[in-house]
Every structure is written in structure tokens, then in C-alpha cells.
């Protein structure tokens, strides 16, 4: 028993460091394991601690198990009291203890002094155990972190390759802000020196990793990203692995640095490929040649097009192959981790070649491959398969092959087991249609639908829906399917679907008529959904005359189907079928006075819902007053809608996110051209989500003079009383605190009643990125919050914000911005929201002005003058004299100066009083270096100059801004009147 | 209604599990287990819900018994019947512990099918549950038809808890009252809370069927003679002193009309022990210790405290069982105390000081003194001082209460009042007594 739970401890803080390790290095690889330089005698040496350690394991209950614990730490303080001297040992004891109590569950405050001190022990275990306690238990902001970096610093000089792994493991386990900076360039140093163990080196490029995914703007990039290439060819496989993560996501950052990669990594790959399986060993994980490896080059490949080079290309396709070949090879053992490891790497395979998608053969191979899967036994490999089609699909040369397996696709679609799987079927299938497999699909998909999964009805529905329109050749069929939707998965169906089909039958003469008879059969059903209610009562009101003749579908028999679904339905819908009518009371004169009827009664002329109400008495007023002529105008059949994107494509965008499909649909968009003539929406228009459009809507009901009968939030007559958004009047652009942000990053731009807006914002040559935190000041939520930034030279990307933000609380948006060009206008951010009903806009200046762009240069006094000369010319220079509002510290202007973004330089002009700063600004195209000199006037009169380029725009800025530091020093205010002269001079170079 | 009843083990195994209702399914067991017993955070309410269903748990040293209901019961009731539940085991067994209870899990079974019926409690007295569950099982010789008749004319009969044809030599009776004093006080010696919650105890071995008359120093019927008898007896009335009483229960064999009208407790008495009322007070509390903290900080590294406690009853009364606890800070690494009476430790374990004083008299004073060494930690919270605590043990009643008379009247066997030799004794204990410090 005592033996079971020592080693149980052990294992456990043993897998806890490795697993850590391993978790945060995404080091799933066996070397993580098998080449772990620990080793558990030297880690826990003592039998005391063991014996120690089981006591606490076998402790009663949970009170037990508190006492037993007090006393401990009570001991262990008492040990650690300042007047004692503790040796090596008992240090590490009792540190490990602590640790042991921490991972018990208790919170431990002390001892981590003690165990800063173990990190300069020259003893492995002790060392170990220091670090261990410190990647566990010191937090990034604690006032250690000096002591530690400096005892990880003598570590990573030590050439002890153990105790250097030791530190690179500490660091990337806490990976905390201030270790990237501390570490950030001298661990590239080691990864690339070239006396380096190969541990060591394989611990340096994973540590290297872990700083950059947590902090990326600390890695300076240099000289040494191109040795980090090489590594590629390292002998040791470890290293190649550790290596090719790395540059994975270096590569992802910027391409073109690691652009010589992607030979190297085709070269090993190759390697691995072609060699036996027990050429690499250790690196033979059951029968299949380093698979980590052979996935993480593959990976990497995918960051790049398909190489120029013929022979490199040459030589990756017959990978590639080789790959695909020892797919349809028996397998070398039975053990499902050779499966599994095998298939990893064909799968990664696949994925490469639908991503350079240019070799038809490899890409019908690769499809013919996953038809395989698709009946396969294992669930994980079927899933896995479907989804790779779904990528196959999308490309013209393996679309056809693709199509192929719809038999088995659809069988899937009937008989998974797993709902996950039954998704990328439907998806696979939604990627598969075109014209000639459309109708069968849309079959396939609407008899599955009645049975499918709540979870993803919704989408199902959409799919159809956008097929069925896709693909339709005849539009009685699509009427048909998309009725059938109706009817068989009504609640899913939304707004957005049956929107769509009003729109194509009102802009289609030809199905009309069929359209109106088809919904009327539809309706006759005894219980049918609310959705088809809506169809029926909009295709009835603008088309029931086309029907009207036969006998069967009279006028009044029209009406009394309409009119005995009333009673079931919604408000809204209620709202329709009132329209409806009234289009009745102009189609067919003969049903006026059972209309009237309907209308006067109780129930509709004093109905509690206002809209309800107000339509009854309007509608019933229109009809006695009006004569048929104003009728027939008034209540005229509506006009064709604007062609523009499909609103269901937008919504299944939405939906998806930036998923598959949505970017499928695009690139097959860009590929085929018009698939289907007349019928196939190309975004032209932004997507719109309502029936009408509301701007459209206006506009032509405006033409036609009628009151738009349909949609119940934009009727003009029903404008007033609805509570329609009350129109915000176009806010005017605020400006009050953007001259305070020309010299500092950070603050608050913005402030009123309900929100307020922070910034921060950092700057790096042309690169900057803005966090914007918007501020709920209110208790309730705001809705449909929206924020845009406007703006042409500045290239920005923008993290989408979330709609909603609750009462109190704080949203965060970020900005990366990338300056093109020099710029003049400031970037506008308007941001809309809907406060307790009220829509509220509010349009700001954003803070982002040339001058963020500075890079500070320092020179000497006769750099200085010497290029102050050179730029004699008078576009080169900017002269404004003006009055400082109030008096001028020193301190103030120089700190004001700085914050300009230039470098302020002092004792270089020979007048002390003069302030001199010198700077570059760094746009995408140009560099622009500028010289600025501010002359302090004491007698009342100043000048300021700027020397410059032809660049107007630029002139112009820093023209303002100049203006703004004397703005910004009214801050500091006293009321005195001085007069200074500033002089700006800069040169323009191309990519000095 | 109680749906089910289970108890565990500290690990959270079942011992005994004994379900009453449909609703209460097996995995009932399982769910106060994973949410109560082994939560990470200790629950502190006794009562948890969880799915629909109340678990309502008392916990006896390491045992939990937990009775399950998902309909909304009486929780008042329901604790009411676990805490009578303890005492009917304590009564047959003894201590509530895992070993025991697994020793009697077929008298557990047995007890809880008699004082449990479809949920609802039955007769739980242990006077006459011993009658009929005995732990011997079988008797050696089968039991007339007669016993068994008067066992069913007893048990369903309008005094359920007393059989007839009780004989004794000596007729004696027991009275104990038993005090719990409850105390929080501020460092400057200001009651902020104070309360006692009493007993009392009675021990009764009577032949027959006697009726009994109880009689304490309620203010209510003090002051309804003082009216009555003003003129003759307004001297002595006004000498006693009474008590006022915020709210007491009853034993079930106490007659509730005859204390609504009159105010007057009769009762036939249940043979053997039982506790015949429970009550509270508020006002005019004796409290019979006074402890008066010092707490000083010297620098970071150091706390220096010392403790006065002042016994404030008569001399002639002996306390016994002191033991004050002194709360020390999270971060101590060494304690040196010193005291004068008594014997004073530093338990880690507990972090605590703890001193223990045998006895103390009336009217006396002593006190601690500790120097306490603090590690200087990098946790920035300042430590929360909880108040210090005490315990004792005083052979008065600290509500005041005293009892008047206890007569018995038997008319049938020829037996009087005085005959019955009756033993009265107080006990005053500390409940929770503390004082912030």
C-alpha cells in the first residue's frame, strides 16, 4: 500500500512536469518521453520524503488531512525563520514539501525565497526541485522574478547542458511577459550557436515557440531566423522536430522569411519517406518512419504554394505518392497505433494536396484514397474522410471523382450512428451538388431531414434551401421543395428562407400562378405551420387572381382557407394576412363586404395590439373611402425586387463563421463562371437579411405611391405609431481629446453618459496595434453594438465585436493597423448601439496620427546640422511661429517632445534653450526622416520651422501637430504668455 | 415526507440505506455523495439540493446521516427526527461510530422500520422502543400472549409511551438542568450576542401510572400569583427573582392544553430517561467568564497577546474544564507562552494556542501571555483575527432558572409525594463563547 502510493505521487509529479512540458510545447511526440533527460532516483533520492509523502496520502478525512497539514507548515515555517541556516538538503525537502501541499490544494505564501535560492545550488535535484516550485507557484508579477531571471540567466551560460535545459523548460513554462523579455534574444542565441547540445537545442526552439505564442512582439526577428532553417538538415531528429514547430508558426507570421524552407523540408521529408522502416530507430514509432515529423513538414508545407522550383516539386510529388502508395499497403502491425500514426501522415498528406490543388492525378488518388474510408469500421477515420472531401470537392479537378461516392455518402447520411459524422456528411453532400446530382441530393436531404438531429436541422434547412434555388432548372420545383421544407421542418425554417422564396416568385412571371396553387393545396392541409401561412397569405394577396378562375379556389374559398388559419397565428403574421386581405378587397370586388366583415369586427378594430388595430381601421377606411381606381394604384401588385445576394447564403455564412463552407462557396464562386445563368446571385449588393431590404423597400413604395402592404416595421401609414427606431440625426465627428493622444498612447478618448472609450495602443515602425475598450456605464445592455473604423491610407484589421454588452461591463476591441502611406486624416470610428430602444451613434476621431509612426534616431551634433543644411529647400521646411498659451517647462516640452515619438536630443543645438528632436517615419512605401526644433522665445516672439520634403500631406501634419504641442502644454497652465519658434525639417528618401 | 434515509462513512461509502418512497431512486445515494460528502469546498448548509431532490444531513463525529425527500417537507421536522434518530442509536449502542453501526446494522434496520412508516415518524421514544427492539434478538423464552397484547395496547394506545404494572421499590427521580451558554463579545467587553439555550433532563423510576406537576421561576406564573395572593404574599414574591422565558418545547408526554391554559407542566412521566423541555432566554444572562484580550503587533515579525479571563460567580462555586483557544496568525513559526495557572500549548495543527485550567473558583482572575514569531510572507492579506474561544463547565444555571417543585400524585398505589425521593442538580456549559480580539 505505502509502496503503491509513493509511486503514485511520484508518477504524478513526474507526469505533471513532463506533461506540462509536453502541453505546452504541443510536443506529442514520443522524443518528448523517451528522451526526457529526468530520471526518477535523482529525482526523489530521500526515503524520507517518500515515506513523508505517503503519510499524507493516507490520511482519514479531509479535517485529517487540514490538521496534518497545519503542523506541517507550522514546522516548515519554523524551519524557514530567518535566524537559521538550512543546508542544501533539508532546503530542498522542505521546498518540495510545499510544492506537494500546493498540489494538494492549499495555498502556500511563503517559501519562495527559499526556493529562488535552491536555482543557485550546484545539485541537480536541488536545482530541480527550485525550478519545479517556481514554473508551479511564482505568479509573472511577483518581485522575485529578478532573482529568478538572473539565476535562469547564469543557467543558460553554465554550457551544463542539463541545468541549460532546466532553465529553457522554466522559462517556457511560465512564459510570462517579462521572461520574453528577458529571454527573448538570448535564446535564439542558443537555439542557433554552434557548439549547443542537440537537448539543449531542441529545448531552445520549443521555448522559442512558447514566447512567441504568448508574447510575439518580444521576438526580434534577425539574422538568426534564416540559421533556425537549417536546423531542418540537423542530424538529430528531435531537433528537426522542435525546429519544424517553430517555424511552423514563424513561418505563418511572415512567409517570406522562411521561404527557404520549403526545399529543406521537402529534402526530409523525403528522406523520411523513402527510408525503411528501421532506419531512424528511436524515431520508428510501431512500423511508421518519425510520423511527427512527416506531419509537421507537411504542415509546413502548407503555409506555401506549391514550389517553383520543377525539381523540388518533382520531388514532393513523388512523396506524396509514396505517401499514398503505403496507404494501400497491409499494415505492418495490428496494433491500432500504427493505424493511427499512419493514417495521421496520409491525412496530412491529403490536406497538402488539396491545399496546392494543381496535380489532377494526386488529387483523384487522394479522393479514391478517402472513398476507401467512407466504410471503413473505425467512426474517428469515416469523419475524418468526409471532411477531407468536403475540400476535395471543392476543387474542379476532383470534384467529378468526388461525385463518385454520393451513394455511400447518402447511405452514411442513413445509417451513422454518430451525429458528428451525419454533419460532415451533409456538408460533404452540400459541397458535392451541382446541377446534375441537385435534385437527388435535395431528396436525399429532405427525407433525412425529417429525421435528423435538432442540433443541426437549422443548417439543413438552409442548405435545401439554397440548393433548391441554386440548382433549380424548373421553378415549379423549387416552390415544391421549398414548401416540403416548410412543411416538414417549419420551426427550422427562418425568416431569411422564406423571404427568399417570395422574392423569386414575385420576380418570376413564369411560376406565379403555379406558385398561388400550390400554396393553396398546401394550406387546405388541417394543421399546417405558421411559415407556410406567411407564403400562402403573401402569394395568395399579390397572386390569388391567377387562380381565382377555377372554380375550386374561388375568391371566397380563398379567403375562408386564409381566414380560418388567422385565429392560430402570431401577431406578425396576423399583420400579413391582413394585408393580404385588403389585396383582396382589390382583386376580387365580389369578397369586398365579407372583408369589410372580417375587418369591422371587435376582434380586429379594437384588438389590444397596436399594429393589429391600427391596420383593421385603415385598411377598413380605405376600403369605403377610396374608388376602385386609387384601389388598383394604391394596392398594386408589388414590384420585382433588386437582384442581390442570396439573404439565405448570408445567414449559412454567419452561421458557419469563417467555416468551410462559406469559403468553399466563395472559391467555387470565383472558379465557375455562372453555373447556372440568370439564376446565381453573385454579391453585388452588401448582404441583407430582410425581406425588402428597408432602404429599397421605401424607395419603391415611394414610386409606386402605395402603402407598402407588406412588411410591417417600413410601412410609411404605420411609421407613426409603430415604435419604430426614432432616426438618430447624423452625429458630427468628436474631437474633443484627440489633440491630447498626439503624445501619449494611452487614456480616455471618449466619455458620456452611457459609454465610455479607452485607449491603448502601442506602435511599431509602420506596424500598430490599438486595444479601443468600450465601457458600459449604464446597468442595462447595450444591443447590437457595432463599431467601424473608416479609413484610406491606414490598413487596418479589425476583431469583430460582440453584439452585446452587458450592463457594467467592458468590451475590448483591437485594431492592427499598418500605415501605407503618409496621411493627413485622423481614422473615424463609428460606433452604434441600441440603448433602452433608442439606436445611439456616435462617430469619434481615432488618435492616430503620423507621428505614431516615428522611430526616435539619435545623432550628434554635427549629423544634426550637417543634414539641418542640407535641407535648405523651402518645400523641405515647415517655419510657424505661434503663442504658447501659457508658460513653458522645460521638463514638459522635452517629455511632450518624446512623446512626439521623436528622439530628443540634447546638447546638440549650441542654444540651450532650444529643444532639437530627430526622427524617421516609417510608412509601408517610404521612410521619411525628419528634424524638428523648437526655439523657445522669451521675449514674446517665436518661430516655428519644420524642414521637409515635397510631401504635402505629411507637411501638413506635422504642421498641426505642431500645433498641438503647444495645445497640449495648456495641461500644465499658468497663465503666462511665451512665445516660441518650432522648426520641422525632414528628408524624404526612398527606402533609406 | 421523508423519502429515504442513508448513512455514510466519512469516505462516503453507505452503511445503511433505507428507502421509504418510489421517487427516491438509487442514484439518490450516489448524488449526496459526489455533491456533499466529497466536494471539493466543504458544504456547509445542512440542507443541499440537488436535481429536485433535498438532502437534509447532520454529521455525528465521522458518520453522516442524510435523509432524502423530493417533496417540500417540514425541514425543521426532518432534523427534529435525524437528531432523535441519534439519540435512539446513542441510546442502544452507544457511540455513533462506523464500527458500531456496522456491528447493529440489523437493529438499525429494525429501528428505522419502527420509528419511520411510509415517511412518516412514528413513536421514536427509547423508553418504549426497548420494549418490543431489543438487542439480544430472540428472547430465550417466547413471549405470552399476554406481553404481546399489552406491547399492542401500548404502542397503539392514547399513552404510548409508558406501559402499565411498573413496579419499583424505591420510586426516585432524576432532574438535571442543562445549560448552553452562547456568548460574542467585543475586544472593549460589549455583549454583541449572548443567549442560552437549556434543558431538562429527568431520569424517573415510578411505580404506576403518577402524574407529575413541574414547577420553575417563570416570570409569567410568578407574576400571576404575585396578583393573586398581593396582599398576603407580595413580600416573598417579590424576593425571588424569575425568568423570563422567550420559547420552550415539550416532551410529547406533557399535557400542551393544560400549559396553554394555565401555564402549569403535568405529565406521566415515560419511564427511565428522557428530556422533558427545551428552552431559550435572552435576558438577564449570567455570564459566568470574562475574557479580556491584548493583541499587539510588533513590527512585521512579531505578535505579542495576553489574555485575562476573570470568573465572575460565587466564590464557593467551583468551574471546571477551562480551556481557552487563542487563534494564531497563518504565518507563526514560533510560540513562547507563558501563564500562571494551568497548562498552555501552541498546536499547530489547530492553529491555536490552547490553554487548559482544571478548576477555578468564583470571583478569581488569570491570565496568558504569548510572544508569537511571524515569517514574513508575500501574501499581502492582512490576517482576519478570529475571535477567541472558550469552554467550561459551572454547576449553576447561568439563565437563572431554578426549579420550584416536582410533585407526583399516584392515587392508586398507596404512595405519596413525599415518598419519592427526588435528585435535582444544574449544569451550565458554553456554547459557542467568544471574543473578538
Same mark, same amino acid.
Given at each position: ?992 | ?313 460565587? /466564590? +464557593?462555586? !467551583? ?10 496568525? =497563518? %504565518?507563526? #513559526?514560533?510560540?513562547? $507562552? *507563558? ?58 444555571? /447561568? +439563565?437563572? !432558572? ?10 392508586? =398505589? %398507596?404512595? #405519596?409525594?413525599?415518598? $419519592? *425521593? ?16
Amino acid at each position: 500500500m505505502l509502496n503503491m502510493t509513493v509511486i503514485y505521487f511520484i508518477s504524478y509529479l513526474y507526469l505533471r512536469t513532463s506533461l506540462k512540458l509536453m502541453f505546452a510545447f504541443c510536443l506529442h511526440s514520443d522524443e518528448g518521453l523517451s528522451k526526457h533527460p529526468v530520471s526518477l532516483e535523482t529525482l526523489y533520492p530521500s526515503i524520507k520524503i517518500k515515506v513523508y509523502f505517503a503519510l499524507f496520502i493516507s490520511g482519514k478525512s479531509k479535517e485529517a488531512e487540514i490538521k496534518r497539514i497545519n503542523k506541517e507548515l507550522a514546522n516548515i515555517r519554523s524551519k524557514f525563520k530567518g535566524d537559521k541556516a538550512l543546508d542544501g538538503y533539508s532546503k530542498k525537502k522542505y521546498v518540495c514539501k510545499l510544492l506537494f501541499i500546493f498540489l494538494l490544494g492549499h495555498d502556500i505564501d511563503f517559501g519562495h525565497m527559499e526556493a529562488v535560492n535552491l536555482l543557485s545550488s550546484n545539485k541537480y535535484t536541488e536545482k530541480q526541485i527550485g525550478y519545479l516550485f517556481i514554473s508551479v507557484l511564482v505568479n509573472s508579477n511577483s518581485d522575485l522574478i529578478r532573482l529568478i531571471n538572473n539565476a535562469i540567466k547564469n543557467d543558460l551560460s553554465s554550457r551544463n547542458p542539463t541545468f541549460m535545459n532546466l532553465a529553457l523548460h522554466c522559462i517556457a513554462n511560465v512564459g510570462s511577459r517579462e521572461m520574453a523579455e528577458a529571454f527573448a534574444a538570448e535564446v535564439p542565441r542558443i537555439l542557433v550557436a554552434g557548439d549547443t547540445m542537440d537537448s539543449v537545442k531542441q529545448s531552445a526552439a520549443l521555448c522559442l515557440l512558447r514566447l512567441n505564442r504568448t508574447s510575439p512582439d518580444l521576438i526580434p526577428m534577425g539574422e538568426w531566423t534564416s540559421r533556425v532553417v537549417h536546423l531542418l538538415n540537423d542530424q538529430h531528429l528531435g531537433v528537426v522536430t522542435a525546429a519544424t514547430s517553430l517555424i511552423i508558426t514563424l513561418a505563418q507570421k511572415n512567409p517570406d522569411d522562411f521561404k527557404t524552407s520549403v526545399s529543406l523540408a521537402v529534402a526530409r521529408l523525403s528522406r523520411i519517406v523513402t527510408s525503411a522502416s528501421t532506419d531512424l530507430q528511436d524515431y520508428t514509432y510501431y512500423f511508421v518512419a518519425a510520423p511527427w515529423l512527416s506531419v509537421k513538414l507537411l504542415r509546413l508545407l502548407q503555409c506555401y504554394p506549391p514550389p517553383e522550383d520543377a525539381a523540388i516539386r518533382g520531388r514532393l510529388t513523388e512523396c506524396l505518392e509514396t505517401i499514398l502508395n503505403k496507404a494501400q499497403e497491409p499494415p505492418k502491425s495490428k496494433k491500432v497505433q500504427h493505424s493511427n500514426a499512419k493514417n495521421a501522415v496520409l491525412f496530412e498528406a491529403i490536406s497538402l494536396i488539396i491545399h496546392h490543388d494543381s496535380e489532377p492525378t494526386l488529387l483523384v488518388r487522394a479522393c479514391n484514397q478517402l472513398g476507401q474510408f467512407l466504410q471503413h469500421r473505425e467512426t474517428n477515420l469515416r469523419y475524418l474522410a468526409l471532411e477531407s472531401m468536403c475540400m476535395l470537392a471543392s476543387s474542379e479537378f476532383s470534384h467529378e471523382a468526388v461525385k463518385t461516392h454520393i451513394e455511400t455518402v447518402i447511405n452514411a447520411l442513413k445509417t451513422e450512428r454518430d451525429v458528428s459524422v451525419r454533419q460532415r456528411a451533409v456538408d460533404l453532400l452540400y459541397a458535392m451538388c451541382d446541377r446534375s446530382n441537385a435534385k437527388q441530393i435535395v431528396a436525399e436531404m429532405l427525407s433525412y431531414l425529417e429525421t435528423a438531429d435538432y442540433s443541426i436541422r437549422e443548417e439543413i434547412v438552409l442548405k435545401v434551401a439554397i440548393l433548391a434555388e441554386k440548382y433549380a432548372v424548373d421553378y415549379t420545383w423549387y416552390v415544391d421543395t421549398i414548401l416540403n421544407l416548410i412543411r416538414i421542418a417549419g420551426d427550422y425554417v427562418s425568416e431569411e428562407v422564406w423571404y427568399r422564396v417570395i422574392q423569386i416568385v414575385i420576380n418570376r412571371d413564369d411560376v406565379q400562378g403555379y406558385a398561388a396553387k400550390t400554396v393553396f393545396e398546401a394550406l387546405q392541409a388541417p394543421a399546417c405551420h405558421e411559415n407556410l401561412v406567411k407564403v400562402g397569405g403573401y402569394i395568395l394577396g399579390e397572386f390569388g387572381n391567377l387562380i381565382a378562375g377555377d372554380p375550386r379556389s374561388s375568391p371566397l374559398i380563398q379567403f375562408n382557407l386564409l381566414h380560418s388559419k388567422f385565429h392560430l397565428c402570431s401577431v406578425p403574421t396576423r399583420a400579413l394576412l391582413l394585408s393580404a386581405y385588403v389585396k383582396f378587397i382589390n382583386l376580387f370586388p365580389e369578397v369586398k363586404g365579407t372583408i369589410q366583415e372580417v375587418l369591422r369586427a371587435d376582434s380586429q378594430l379594437r384588438n389590444a395590439d397596436v399594429e393589429l388595430q391600427q391596420r383593421a381601421v385603415e385598411y377598413l377606411r380605405l376600403s369605403c373611402i377610396a374608388s376602385t381606381d386609387i384601389l388598383a394604384t394604391v394596392l398594386e401588385e408589388m414590384p420585382p425586387f433588386p437582384e442581390r445576394e442570396s439573404s439565405i447564403l448570408a445567414k449559412l455564412k454567419k452561421k458557419k463563421g469563417s467555416g468551410t463552407v462559406s469559403d468553399m462557396e466563395d472559391s467555387r464562386k470565383e472558379r465557375s463562371t455562372n453555373v447556372n445563368g440568370s439564376n446565381d446571385h453573385i454579391v453585388t449588393t452588401s448582404p441583407s437579411s430582410d425581406l425588402l431590404g428597408l432602404g429599397h423597400t421605401q424607395a419603391a413604395a415611394l414610386n409606386s405611391a402605395s402603402p407598402p402592404v407588406t412588411s410591417n416595421a417600413a410601412s410609411l401609414l404605420v411609421d407613426v405609431f409603430t415604435e419604430s427606431l426614432p432616426v438618430v440625426p447624423p452625429t458630427s465627428i468628436i474631437e474633443e481629446n484627440f489633440s491630447r493622444f498626439v503624445c501619449k498612447n494611452n487614456g480616455v478618448l471618449y466619455e458620456n453618459q452611457l459609454l465610455q472609450i479607452g485607449l491603448k495602443s502601442e506602435f511599431r515602425q509602420n506596424l500598430g496595434r490599438m486595444y479601443v475598450f468600450y465601457g458600459n456605464k449604464t446597468t442595462t445592455q447595450f444591443l447590437n453594438f457595432s463599431a467601424s473604423l473608416v479609413c484610406q491610407d491606414l490598413n487596418i484589421h479589425t476583431t469583430p465585436a460582440d453584439p452585446v454588452v452587458d450592463g457594467g461591463a467592458q468590451l475590448q476591441q483591437v485594431f492592427n493597423i499598418e500605415c501605407l502611406l503618409d496621411f493627413v486624416e485622423a481614422p473615424v470610428l463609428s460606433v452604434h448601439f441600441r440603448y433602452g430602444g433608442s439606436m445611439q451613434n456616435i462617430s469619434i476621431r481615432l488618435p492616430i496620427t503620423l507621428n505614431k509612426f516615428f522611430q526616435p534616431t539619435e545623432m550628434t551634433s554635427q549629423e544634426f546640422f550637417q543634414r539641418w543644411k542640407q535641407l535648405g529647400a523651402p518645400q523641405q521646411e515647415v517655419q510657424k511661429i505661434f503663442k504658447a498659451k501659457h508658460s513653458m517647462d522645460t521638463e514638459v516640452t522635452k517629455a511632450k517632445i518624446i512623446g512626439f515619438g521623436t528622439a530628443l536630443l540634447d546638447g546638440v543645438d549650441p542654444n540651450p534653450s532650444n529643444f532639437v528632436g530627430a526622427g524617421v517615419i516609417h510608412t509601408k512605401t517610404i521612410q521619411v526622416g525628419c528634424l524638428l526644433r523648437l526655439e523657445p522665445n522669451t521675449q514674446a516672439q517665436a518661430s516655428c520651422s519644420v524642414k521637409r520634403t515635397h510631401i504635402h500631406a505629411a507637411l501638413y501634419t506635422l504642421m498641426t501637430i505642431n500645433c498641438n504641442i503647444d495645445y497640449c502644454s495648456t495641461d500644465i497652465s499658468k497663465g503666462k504668455i511665451k512665445i516660441f519658434k518650432c522648426i520641422f525639417k525632414s528628408q524624404h528618401s526612398q527606402n533609406k | 415526507m421523508i423519502g429515504g434515509l442513508f448513512i455514510y462513512n466519512h469516505k462516503g461509502e453507505v452503511l445503511i440505506s433505507r428507502v421509504y418512497r418510489d421517487d427516491i431512486g438509487r442514484n439518490a445515494v450516489d448524488a449526496f455523495r459526489v455533491n456533499v460528502i466529497h466536494a471539493r469546498q466543504q458544504v456547509r448548509s445542512p440542507v443541499t439540493n440537488i436535481a429536485r431532490t433535498s438532502f437534509f444531513h447532520v454529521k455525528r463525529s465521522n458518520i453522516w446521516l442524510a435523509a432524502v425527500t423530493k417533496q417540500n417537507v417540514n425541514a425543521a421536522m426532518v432534523f427534529e427526527f435525524l437528531y432523535k434518530m441519534c439519540d435512539v442509536m446513542t441510546a442502544y449502542f452507544g457511540k455513533i461510530s462506523e464500527e458500531n453501526i456496522k456491528n447493529n446494522f440489523v437493529l438499525i434496520y429494525e429501528l428505522l422500520d419502527e420509528i419511520l412508516d411510509f415517511g412518516y415518524p412514528q413513536n421514536s421514544e427509547t423508553g418504549a422502543l426497548k420494549t418490543f427492539i431489543t438487542q439480544q434478538g430472540i428472547k430465550s423464552q417466547p413471549q405470552t400472549k399476554e406481553e404481546q397484547s399489552q406491547i399492542t395496547s401500548q404502542v397503539t394506545g392514547q399513552i404510548g409511551w409508558r406501559r402499565e404494572g411498573i413496579k419499583y421499590r424505591r420510586n426516585e427521580l432524576f432532574l438535571d438542568v442543562l445549560e448552553s451558554v452562547n456568548l460574542l463579545m467585543s475586544p472593549q467587553g460589549q455583549v454583541l450576542s449572548a443567549h442560552v439555550s437549556g434543558r431538562v433532563v429527568m431520569k424517573s423510576y415510578l411505580s404506576g401510572m403518577p402524574e407529575c406537576k413541574f414547577g420553575m421561576n417563570d416570570k409569567i406564573v410568578i407574576d400571576k400569583q404575585g396578583k393573586a395572593g398581593a396582599s398576603d404574599e407580595a413580600g416573598k414574591s417579590s424576593g425571588k427573582q424569575s425568568i423570563a422565558i422567550d420559547d420552550c418545547t415539550f416532551h410529547q408526554c406533557v399535557r400542551l392544553s393544560k400549559f396553554d391554559s394555565e401555564r402549569s407542566i403535568s405529565f406521566i412521566p415515560p419511564d427511565g430517561e428522557y428530556e422533558l423541555m427545551r428552552y431559550r432566554t435572552t435576558k438577564d444572562i449570567i455570564l459566568p467568564f470574562r475574557v479580556i484580550p491584548l493583541v499587539r503587533e510588533v513590527g512585521r515579525t512579531k505578535l505579542e497577546v495576553k489574555v485575562v479571563i476573570k470568573s465572575n460567580f460565587k /466564590p +464557593s462555586l !467551583l468551574a471546571q474544564k477551562i480551556e481557552v483557544r487563542i487563534p494564531t496568525p =497563518l %504565518n507563526t #513559526s514560533g510560540v513562547q $507562552v *507563558i501563564c500562571m495557572k494551568g497548562k498552555a500549548k501552541y498546536k499547530a495543527s489547530e492553529n491555536a494556542i490552547v490553554w487548559k485550567i482544571k478548576r477555578m473558583a468564583g470571583m478569581k482572575e488569570s491570565q496568558i501571555s504569548a510572544e508569537i514569531e511571524l515569517l514574513p510572507t508575500n501574501d499581502k492579506k492582512k490576517w482576519a483575527r478570529p475571535p477567541i474561544s472558550m469552554n467550561f463547565e459551572v454547576p449553576f444555571a /447561568p +439563565s437563572g !432558572l431554578k426549579v420550584r417543585y416536582l410533585k407526583v400524585f399516584e392515587s392508586k =398505589l %398507596n404512595y #405519596s409525594d413525599h415518598d $419519592v *425521593i427526588k435528585w435535582v442538580r444544574y449544569i451550565g456549559r458554553s456554547g459557542i463563547y467568544e471574543t473578538r480580539c
